[in-house]
């Protein structure tokens, strides 16, 4: 089958920067003012160090690990390119979630290899496809390769099947938890420290899972590039981080993504993430309560994000969604992520709710007249 959203994104367009940005999942509490300050304090005047040593020292400390299992990259979509590229040796095939971001499905095409997603129409389970296992004629050749987003996005909730899943894996297969919006979960599972998903994962899939990490949108700074991998220690992975690094350009991660990533995980600013946790989850209440009394339909959502299906005929979404955008309003059409009729809604401040409110009520009002 065909996976959508491969080309889209939200944020910033052709018409510039919304006024009201609600197709983007950045951290609406921020910047973060400690990060922001360092970065503006910075000098880039010289190389960082090219094997970013002590910044993976920091990085494998946060997360319990050897710094041999960091690989540091300039983004997350960078570092998904890299890893598929780094797979192709052992692969056989890629596997997504039914809705994702598309740079998963684009690293696949740039490799001339199929993406197909693991989970079903019901996504409480696998997919008959994924569950039967590579074919026959794959299979000497190697594994697949899983991505899983942790929370889903642009749904916003935590895949459902993920025991099922464990279950169909092969010992060749490469699973990867891409958790952007880890540090952004408002439900009760969110803690302190290094965001690992390794308590509330099945074991099969905790052991083995390779762990990508982009903290710019918790930050809210994603105009600041810079994202890593945290290596699982098993056997069958024991040269991927030199499969890596042998495919990495030269200092992939700037002063300025490098200076992000050392604030990333020291007290202060993981206290003002924790805060800025609580102030999302009041404006997120606000938000859905909103749109529910305005006939949205909602997906459950754990993320500072959700998925709705606003009161408009599919045929006229498209036209609706452009006329919030010429008053200065961005919604993240879901089209892209093969649920057309639906849209992912970043929360934000009350300030921007009550522009949408506005612009929202305005046009249903024009529409039923």
């Not at 749904?155 to 894996?169: N, T, Y």
């Not at 102030?279 to 994000?305: C, I, Y």
Request: hydrophobic share 45%; net charge positive; charged share 15%.
């Amino acid at each position: 089958m065909e996976i959508c959203g491969a080309y889209n994104h939200g944020g910033p367009d052709a018409d510039g920067v919304p006024l009201h940005d609600f197709s983007t999942n950045a951290n609406a509490a921020g910047p973060c003012p400690a990060v922001l300050q360092r970065l503006q304090q910075l000098v880039p005047d010289t190389y960082p160090d090219p094997a970013y040593a002590s910044l993976r020292a920091q990085l494998a400390r946060w997360h319990d690990v050897t710094p041999a299992r960091v690989v540091m990259g300039a983004s997350a979509s960078e570092l998904i390119m890299r890893l598929t590229a780094a797979a192709l040796p052992d692969l056989a095939s890629v596997w997504v979630p039914r809705h994702a971001y598309g740079d998963y499905r684009r690293a696949a095409d740039a490799w001339g290899l199929m993406a197909e997603a693991w989970e079903a129409e019901d996504r409480r389970h696998v997919s008959q496809a994924f569950a039967a296992g590579p074919p026959s004629r794959l299979s000497e050749r190697g594994g697949r390769l899983v991505w899983i987003t942790w929370p889903a996005s642009p749904q916003g909730d935590m895949p459902p099947a993920l025991a099922g899943l464990a279950k169909a894996l092969t010992p060749k297969d490469m699973v990867v938890l891409d958790m952007a919006y880890a540090p952004l979960r408002l439900d009760a599972h969110v803690r302190s420290g290094a965001p690992d998903g390794g308590k509330v994962l099945p074991e099969a899939l905790a052991a083995r899972a390779c762990r990508l990490f982009s903290p710019n949108k918790a930050l809210g700074l994603t105009g600041v590039r810079g994202a890593y991998l945290v290596l699982p220690e098993t056997p069958a992975l024991a040269d991927l981080s030199a499969r890596l690094l042998r495919l990495a350009p030269s200092w992939p991660l700037g002063m300025h993504g490098q200076a992000m990533l050392e604030a990333w995980t020291t007290p202060g600013v993981q206290q003002w993430l924790a805060q800025s946790r609580e102030t999302l989850q009041g404006w997120k209440a606000t938000l859905e309560s909103g749109l529910l009394q305005r006939g949205w339909q909602l997906m459950p959502s754990v993320a500072s994000f959700c998925c709705a299906r606003p009161p408009v005929p599919l045929a006229e979404l498209p036209a609706w969604l452009a006329g919030l955008r010429t008053q200065g309003i961005k919604l993240r059409d879901a089209t892209s992520f093969g649920l057309p009729g639906w849209v992912r809604l970043g929360v934000r401040a009350p300030a921007s709710q009550q522009a949408l409110w506005q612009a929202v009520d305005s046009t249903t009002n024009l529409r039923t007249s």
